[in-house]
């Protein structure tokens, strides 16, 4: 899909596979909302980027503020590339406590919500804006990218919440696409591995011995620009549609992260 004239919005685009895909849409010569609740790190980004990058302050638990970073992104130009990439949300924790104690249901849908309702959110209200613009030539209107995780498929200790909702993620994938299908819109989603962000407080090497050795081939961890790329490539790709891709460089995780 040509992005020339087009806007682009990525929520979450401030965070590692955020702002590598902000990156990669300017390239691609979109104008891109860096939507996040990060302020002065949106802001640095899109100086850094100039007029093709906008920083829009964007909770992505709220319905008022996402509708008011696509009217932004509007303005703009047509939308035609949404990738929701937001975190925020917490694992959920082992079921049982040592003592014995369940992990409450609060906890447990405190991760729900950002992960996967407020993806949901993020679709359904990028999927209006992309319906308001004109079609293409193709019949193409536009595409949202997802981002689930290997955990939505083979969840580790301690994952419960995290894991139901990336698996929510990855089940809201081929519905969401048939019922974007007569206006135009394609859903495709990322189950990424492990990558390496500067979240993990650790060198790479240091974070690839303790987390990543399940990892089969490249011996390494992922790196955020091979998420971007992805995404790059599934907006640009009409075909890609209603699937779930992993980026994982063929890991399967194992019960215990530190046991891979
Ligand atoms: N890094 C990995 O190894 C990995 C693996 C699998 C899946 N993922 C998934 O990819 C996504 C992003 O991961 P990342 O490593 O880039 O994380 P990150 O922490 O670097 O970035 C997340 C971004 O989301 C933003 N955010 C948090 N709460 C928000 C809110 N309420 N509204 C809008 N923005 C909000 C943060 O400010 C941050 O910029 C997450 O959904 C994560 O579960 C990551």
């Known amino acids: 899909m040509d992005l020339t004239g087009a806007s682009a919005v990525v929520i979450g685009g401030t965070g590692g596979f955020g702002s590598a895909t902000v990156r990669r849409l300017v390239a691609a010569g979109a104008t891109t909302v860096i939507a996040d609740v990060r302020d002065d790190a949106g802001k640095a980004l899109a100086d850094e980027l100039g007029e093709k990058a906008v920083y829009a302050h964007t909770d992505v638990t709220s319905d008022a503020s996402v509708a008011e ?25 082992r079921l049982l406590g040592r003592d014995g104690t369940p992990v409450p249901t609060e906890l447990f849908a405190q991760s729900i919500d950002i992960f996967l309702n407020a993806t949901y959110r993020a679709l359904s209200i990028a999927a209006a804006s992309i319906a ?14 997802t981002t ?73 961890m992922g790196r955020a620009d091979e998420y971007a790329a992805l995404a790059l490539h599934i907006v640009d790709n009409d075909y890609l549609n209603g699937e779930t891709i992993r980026l994982d460089g063929a890991l399967r995780f194992p019960a215990s992260p530190k046991k891979g």
Do not use: C, W
């Open 132 to 145: 308001r613009s004109e079609p293409l030539d193709s019949g193409q209107r536009g595409v949202v990218v």
């Open 69 to 93: 970073t696509f009217r932004v992104a509007e303005d703009l130009g047509p939308v035609r590339a949404v990738v929701v990439v937001h975190g925020g949300g917490g694992a959920g924790g």
């Open 148 to 220: 689930a995780s290997i955990a939505g498929l083979e969840g580790q200790v301690g994952q419960t919440a995290y894991g139901a909702a990336k698996a929510g993620v990855i089940g809201l994938t081929l519905p969401a696409a048939r019922d974007l299908a007569p206006v135009g819109i394609r859903v495709v989603t990322i189950a990424p591995g492990t990558f390496f962000t500067p979240a993990f407080g650790m060198s790479e090497e240091e974070a690839y011995q303790r987390f990543g050795t399940a990892i089969q081939n490249p011996k390494r």
